[in-house]
């Protein structure tokens, strides 16, 4: 019986990251490969909210080299962030790692 390789990513493989779309909103979300969601995401799949805001304008923000629960933990902490606190991660004067429970 031939076994079938593990295609799961490493554990430290999953990154946050932020988008601006094109009706001016931001969109936060997780991926192991940002560059290919990106792509995803201006071809019209992936998440409702990036296509009902008329797709990707830019990324404007990235942490990479998270676990998948840090992923997690720190997308849905930085979603309960209003708009200044997110452009103050985005311009690098909030650390992300603050944002992380238990840290």
């Known amino acids: 019986m031939a076994t079938v ?3 799961r990513p490493p554990d430290r493989a999953w990154s ?3 988008l601006e779309l094109t009706s ?3 969109y936060t979300g997780i991926a192991t490969d940002v560059e ?3 792509r995803a995401h201006a ?3 992936g998440a409702r909210a990036v296509r ?3 797709g990707p304008r830019r990324l404007l923000w990235q942490q990479g080299e998270l676990s998948h629960t840090e992923a997690l933990r720190l997308e849905r902490a930085i979603k309960g962030l209003r708009r200044p606190e997110k452009a103050a991660l985005v311009r690098g004067e909030r650390d992300w790692r603050a944002l ?3 840290t």
């Open 36 to 38: 290919a969601r990106y």
């Open 5 to 7: 390789p593990d295609t």
């Open 43 to 45: 071809a019209g799949r």
């Open 52 to 54: 009902m805001g008329g």
């Open 16 to 18: 946050v990251y932020i």
């Open 24 to 26: 001016g909103a931001w």
């Open 100 to 102: 992380l429970p238990g």
